[in-house]
């Protein structure tokens, strides 16, 4: 069981294309749809004009965005 429950309005992060996110492979998103403890529906705050308002769907909770899996998962901020 993870120890933090996604629910709508939190921000988690994603991975993007550097190309289309002013060269960072990640972005913050807000979940806007939560499916289950692992699944949820999200919109990325992009750091560039051309992908600003991007959805994604059904995107899977992974440890680490270093993990494989393409566009389609999520994680948790880091904790400092």
Same mark, same amino acid.
């Given at each position: ?16 294309d ?10 913050? $998103?807000?979940?806007?749809r939560? /499916?289950?403890?692992?699944? !949820?529906? %999200?919109?990325? =705050? #992009?750091? @560039? $004009?051309?992908?600003?308002?991007? /959805?994604?769907?059904?995107? !899977?909770? %992974?440890?680490? =965005? #270093?993990? @494989?899996?393409?566009?389609c ?6 904790? !400092?």
């Amino acid at each position: 069981m993870p120890e933090q429950q996604p629910s709508v309005g939190r921000i988690v992060r994603v991975p993007m294309d550097p190309a289309a996110n002013n060269g960072s492979d990640e972005a913050p $998103a807000v979940i806007t749809r939560v /499916w289950n403890d692992t699944t !949820v529906n %999200v919109r990325i =705050l #992009a750091d @560039s $004009a051309p992908k600003a308002d991007e /959805w994604r769907t059904s995107l !899977v909770l %992974v440890e680490s =965005l #270093a993990e @494989s899996g393409g566009l389609c998962r999520w994680t948790w901020p880091e904790r !400092v």
